[in-house]
Each structure stands twice: as structure tokens, then as C-alpha cells.
């Protein structure tokens, strides 16, 4: 039971939902979640660190970037949670549309690959 409180708790919060809901369409490093959120690193790094401690996400090293996505046993069930029972309230969710766009826009640009030159 500690466990799903847990889960739920982590999904409390709006800039993890939006964040889960990425991660379910993409694995993104935080730079790719900076641009397509519009937040500042340490926003977003304390909020993957709270989801990390849920057991939802977890990280790999990808040369020098640090990607991130769900876990693939808590992938089902935040699909069927956010993605089947929760999805006419996110398809009417301006905030969500605007994220999905960036997230294509982001993926366009392939983030990892330009910032590595600068």
C-alpha cells in the first residue's frame, strides 16, 4: 500500500504529470525537458529526482547525457492510468497540447546533438 501511496503522490504534482506524459511519448534528457517545458534545470532535475525516488523513472548515461524515461513495469500502469482514464482531461489540457508540440519541435531539432557543439 506504501508503494502506490507513493505513486500517487509523485503524480500529485503537475510538472511531474507533464513530465510522466513526455516520458510516456519520449526518453528525454533535461536539457529536452528545459526546452520543451520552458522551466529552468534545477526545477525540472528536483522534480526527476522525486519521480526517481517513486520508482518511476529511472536514468542512463548516454556519453555525456543523462536520459531519462519511465520504467518499463510502471510503463503500463501510467499508460492506463494517465493515458486511458485520464485522457479527456488531458486532451482538453492547453498546457499538454503546447508540451506535446514542443516535444515534436524538440525532437526536430535533436536538442542533444546541437547543445553538444556549443
Not at 536539457?31 to 520552458?38: A, G, N, P, S
Amino acid at each position: 500500500m506504501k508503494k502506490v501511496a507513493e505513486i500517487f503522490k509523485a503524480l500529485s504534482d503537475p510538472t511531474r504529470l507533464r513530465i510522466i506524459m513526455l516520458l510516456l511519448e519520449n526518453d528525454l534528457c533535461v536539457c529536452e525537458l528545459m526546452y520543451i517545458l520552458k522551466m529552468e534545470q534545477s526545477r525540472i532535475s528536483h522534480q526527476l529526482r522525486f519521480l526517481k525516488y517513486a520508482s518511476l523513472v529511472e536514468d542512463r548515461r548516454d556519453g555525456r547525457w543523462i536520459i531519462y524515461s519511465i520504467l518499463k513495469e510502471k510503463r503500463k500502469l501510467l499508460e492506463l492510468i494517465l493515458k486511458e482514464a485520464l485522457a479527456k482531461e488531458f486532451k482538453s489540457r492547453q498546457e499538454i497540447k503546447q508540451d506535446l508540440k514542443n516535444l515534436q519541435l524538440c525532437l526536430k531539432k535533436y536538442m542533444r546533438k546541437v547543445s553538444s557543439k556549443i
